[in-house]
């Protein structure tokens, strides 16, 4: 399984951007599947997942970023908004398909203030 992440790029604050996150293999089948986030200098934390009927944010990031889950398409969305500078980082998508994780390879965001 190969997941490709797109979408970042460099933003104003308050400024928004959708993330997309495509596996090569249907996504219908994953456990879960999730954003991460891994600012300069921080370790990587958990920002939005979805895992069956689940949804669930970070706190730094509700009310403002929306996670979504196409499997039609094999793609797992984030739309961010009302960004602020400390959400500059690489995000990540994952893919859990029971024991197994797999990682895209990240997509740059870039927030000026």
């Known amino acids: 399984v190969q997941l490709q992440a797109s979408g970042g790029g460099l933003v104003q604050a308050g400024g928004s951007l959708r993330l997309s996150c495509t596996a090569s293999?249907?996504?219908?089948?994953?456990?879960?599947m999730g954003w991460y986030r891994q600012a300069p200098g921080k370790q990587r934390e958990l920002v939005a997942y979805k895992s069956g009927g689940v949804t669930d944010y970070a706190d730094s990031v509700k009310g403002r970023f929306t996670v979504s889950r196409d499997n039609n398409k094999n793609t797992l969305y984030l739309q961010v908004s009302g960004l602020r500078p400390e959400d500059t980082g690489i995000y990540y998508c994952?893919?859990?398909?029971?024991?197994?994780?797999?990682w895209g390879q990240g997509t740059q965001v870039t927030v000026s203030s």
């Open positions: 293999s249907s996504g219908g089948r994953f456990n879960a």
């Open positions: 994952n893919a859990r398909l029971g024991w197994q994780s797999f």
